[in-house]
Each structure stands twice: as structure tokens, then as C-alpha cells.
């Protein structure tokens, strides 16, 4: 059983430069939900997607956006990338009647 | 609104030595309570999680962690810790099983050998 898959593992990018991330969901599940980790920090919830619409969103600019496919899938896109923007971006998945959430190894984004 | 407190940045500690990892949080709701560890460059890995039922909750390598709700408590134990444990370990909280879960700020567990 494959757990949730992420790609790309590493980004370089510059600022002002546009990224999209990717992340297949553990099989079974229908929530997908996208967090930026700093450096030093815990992970920050940027929102959720749930039968592809945003269900929940934490505090995060217009930048970052989402978008769930029929499968589950889903990628987080951030514009105008700042320095600040550079970070491990986890992607996890859910079940919406479920008791845990699950994570995929992230992907390191870097803003240079 | 929840949020949650990891009282130690870092805690070294030898090895065979037992650990205890703190955890207090804050909700105006019923939570469920994680732990997850993270590994060098590594994403995270749920450790144990507590939902309802028996405040005792054990992971399968020897950890546990105690609900307590008077003192709004979530604390990580072990016995006996080992050089593999050496991680970062993050208390969490959530509503239910799949919203949105906050995190704590992570505590640097240091196994000495």
C-alpha cells in the first residue's frame, strides 16, 4: 500500500518565480491537506482539499492555491515566490470519516 | 481556535536512559491528540495518536503517551531510549480524525551514547 507520494523532492527557484507542487494521497483517501514547514519550526496548515474544492484554509496570502483532481490528487501552486516562501512543503492525506491524517515526505522548496 | 506547547526545545538524553517529551494544548473543543516524529530530512511519521477511550496510548517501538484532560496534558514517554531515536518530535492536536491539524513547535529528542 503506497503511502502519500510527493514531487518534487528538491526545487530551486528565484524570487518572483511561480511553483507547482504535486501529491498523490494514500490509497483510499479523499482529503488532501498542504502545510509549509521552516526551517526550526512545526509544520503551518495552509488548506485543505476535500471532493475538489477548498474545504479549510489557515493563513496563508492569495499566492499559495490549490486544486484537487477527481482521483484525490492535488497540487499546491505559490506565485510570486518570496524569499520567506522557502521551506519543506508536506502534503497529507485523510479519510473524511477517518481518525488520522497521514504525511508524505515533503518537498523542499528553495527561493533564492 | 487550538494550539499546542512543547515545553522543551531539546532534550538530550543518554541511551537506556528513560525520556519524557512534554505536551500541554489548548481547545475550546474536543480535540484528538498525536505525536508525530520526524527524522533528519525526512517528512513526518505518526507515532501514537489518542481519540477516545484509554488515556494510555502505545506506539509499537516503546513509546507512550498519557491523555491527561485536567491538566490539558499529552505527554511522550520511554523507558528506555535507543541511539534510533534520535528525531524531532511534534505533539499535535485536531477535531477529528482528518481537519486541519496545528502543530507545536517540535522538541530535539538527543540520544547520547
Known amino acids: 500500500d503506497a503511502g502519500v507520494t510527493q514531487s518534487p523532492t528538491h526545487l530551486i527557484k528565484t524570487r518572483g518565480q511561480q511553483v507547482t507542487l504535486r501529491c498523490s494521497p494514500k490509497s483510499g483517501h479523499d482529503t488532501v491537506s498542504w502545510y509549509q514547514q521552516a526551517l526550526g519550526q512545526g509544520p503551518q496548515f495552509i488548506f485543505q482539499?476535500?471532493?475538489?474544492?477548498?474545504?479549510q484554509r489557515g493563513n496563508f496570502p492569495d499566492r499559495f492555491s490549490g486544486h484537487q483532481f477527481p482521483n484525490y490528487s492535488s497540487e499546491l501552486n505559490v506565485n510570486a515566490l518570496l524569499l520567506g516562501d522557502s521551506a519543506l512543503y508536506l502534503c497529507?492525506?485523510?479519510?473524511?470519516?477517518?481518525?488520522?491524517?497521514?504525511f508524505g515526505p515533503g518537498t523542499r522548496l528553495t527561493v533564492l | 481556535a487550538q494550539s499546542v506547547t512543547q515545553l522543551d526545545s531539546q532534550v538530550p538524553v543518554f541511551e537506556e536512559a528513560p525520556v519524557e517529551l512534554r505536551c500541554n494544548y489548548s481547545?475550546?473543543?474536543?480535540?484528538?491528540l498525536f505525536w508525530y516524529v520526524q527524522y533528519p530530512n525526512q517528512g513526518l511519521q505518526l507515532l501514537l495518536k489518542y481519540l477516545s477511550g484509554s488515556t494510555l496510548v502505545e506506539s509499537i517501538n516503546g513509546f507512550e503517551a498519557e491523555f491527561n484532560k485536567s491538566q490539558t496534558s499529552f505527554h511522550l514517554r520511554k523507558p528506555s531510549v535507543h541511539i534510533s531515536d534520535t528525531a524531532e518530535y511534534f505533539c499535535?492536536?485536531?477535531?477529528?480524525?482528518?481537519?486541519?491539524?496545528?502543530f507545536g513547535i517540535g522538541t530535539k529528542l538527543q540520544v547520547i551514547p
Open positions: 499535535a492536536v485536531s477535531p477529528s480524525g482528518y481537519q486541519k491539524v496545528t
Open positions: 497529507a492525506s485523510s479519510l473524511a470519516s477517518g481518525t488520522g491524517t497521514f
Open positions: 482539499y476535500y471532493e475538489e474544492e477548498e474545504r
Open positions: 481547545s475550546s473543543v474536543s480535540v484528538y
